[in-house]
C-alpha cells in the first residue's frame, strides 16, 4: 500500500507542477502521467513522466518523444520505480539511461506527534527557502510554485533569527501525506529545524484525517526521515534520452 500511495502521489504533484507552470500542459494515460512546460525546456524535473504503472513507461515512450520533440524540450526523462526491471530494460534498449536516483520512503501515521504545532507557510516562501538552499539565484523554485493552488498543497515553516528558515511542502492524497520541498537555509543548518517542519507537517496531516505518509528523499536526507519512522519503500529512478 505505502509504494503504491508513494507513486500516486508523486504522480499527482507532477500534475500540479506542470498544470500550473507557464505554458505547461498534462498527458494523462493509463499508468502514466507526464508534463510538457516549454518555458523550462532544460528541466527534466518539470519536463517529465511518472509512470505509475512501470510498464507504462516504455509503452507510451514513442509519444513521450514526439510531445516533447514538439515542445522543444531539451531535456525531459521517466521516473520509474527501480524494481521494475523488465520496464528499466526496455528503457535502455530504447535509449536512455539513469541520470538520478533517490530513496523513495514511507511510513504509517499511527502514533502520537508532540511539540508540533503548524507553522503555515506561503508556496512563495516555500519556493524562496529552497532556492537559498540549493544556490538557485533565479528563484526558479519560488516561480514554480507560486503559482500552485493554495489549499491543495500545504506549506510550513520553521524560523531562525525572526525569519523562515526551513520549510516543507505536504501534498494530502487519498489518505496519504506527500511530503516534498524539504529545505533548510545554510545559516541554520544543524540546529533541528527541518525536523521541527517535518513533525509540523506529520501533526497537520494526521489531524486532518491521513494514515500514511511517503516522500522521496536525498542520500543525505534518508537519516532525517528514517529517524521519523520512514523506511525504504524502492529506488525512484530518472530515466532520460542519451545526448
Known sequence: MLRTRLWEGFARLQVLLGG????????????????????????????????????AGPEHLEELRRRYDEANIRRWGVWLDGGATEAADELANAGLLVSASSPGMGAHLDGPIEDAEPQSADLATVGRVNDLAYGNFDSRLERTLTPLPNGVLNGYRADHDGRPA?????????????????????????????????????RD?????????????????????????YRRLCAMQLWEPRR
Open 205 to 229: 496531516a494526521q489531524d486532518k484525517g491521513c494514515t500514511t505518509t511517503t516522500l522521496q528523499a536525498t542520500d543525505v536526507g534518508e537519516r532525517l526521515y528514517e529517524n521519523l519512522g
Open 166 to 202: 526551513a520549510v516543507a511542502l505536504a501534498l494530502h492524497h487519498n489518505d496519504d501525506c506527500g511530503i516534498s520541498f524539504v529545505a533548510t537555509v545554510p545559516e541554520a543548518r544543524r540546529r533541528g529545524l527541518a525536523t521541527e517542519v517535518m513533525r509540523q507537517a506529520l
Open 20 to 55: 500550473h507552470a507557464g505554458l505547461g500542459r498534462v498527458i494523462e494515460r493509463d499508468g502514466l502521467v507526464a508534463s510538457v512546460v516549454p518555458a523550462a525546456a532544460d528541466s527534466p524535473t518539470l519536463n517529465a513522466a511518472v509512470a505509475i504503472d512501470p510498464g
